[in-house]
Nanobody
């Protein structure tokens, strides 16, 4: 069983920055592929960013490319999402997800992930 706990969300003005963290339980975090997803009110969950087990490969949704950076610290069992130049349309609940058995790749479909956190709210005011 893997437990994921997100933190770092909050209210920020447009153009501001936030850094989300996702703390993972388990002794094999370094073997998981990880991802960030978000869901805005009335909308379906959407992919934001993904990273492979080592942090050497990352992939982003077009809507956040150049503004968000996904990273991980395997020694601390923690995943991060640095969000810069935030826009009101980035307002959503952000979820981290873990996939066991990553085979070295990243994954951008929610169905590929095995465990999910409870989410953290990010609100960007205009």
């Amino acid at each position: 069983q893997v437990q994921l706990v997100e933190s770092g969300g909050g209210l920020v003005q447009a153009g501001g920055s936030l850094r989300l963290s996702c703390a993972a339980s388990g002794r094999t975090f370094s073997s998981y592929a990880m991802g960030w997803f978000r869901q805005a009110p009335g909308k379906e969950r959407e992919f934001v960013a993904a990273i492979n087990w080592s942090g050497g490969l990352a992939y982003y949704a077009d809507s956040v490319k150049g503004r968000f950076t996904i990273s991980r610290d395997n020694a601390k069992n923690t995943l991060y999402l640095q969000m810069n130049s935030l826009k009101p349309e980035d307002t959503a609940v952000y979820y981290c997800a873990a996939r066991l058995g990553s085979r070295g790749s990243y994954y951008y479909s929610g169905g590929d992930y095995d465990y999910w956190g409870q989410g953290t709210q990010v609100t960007v005011s205009s």
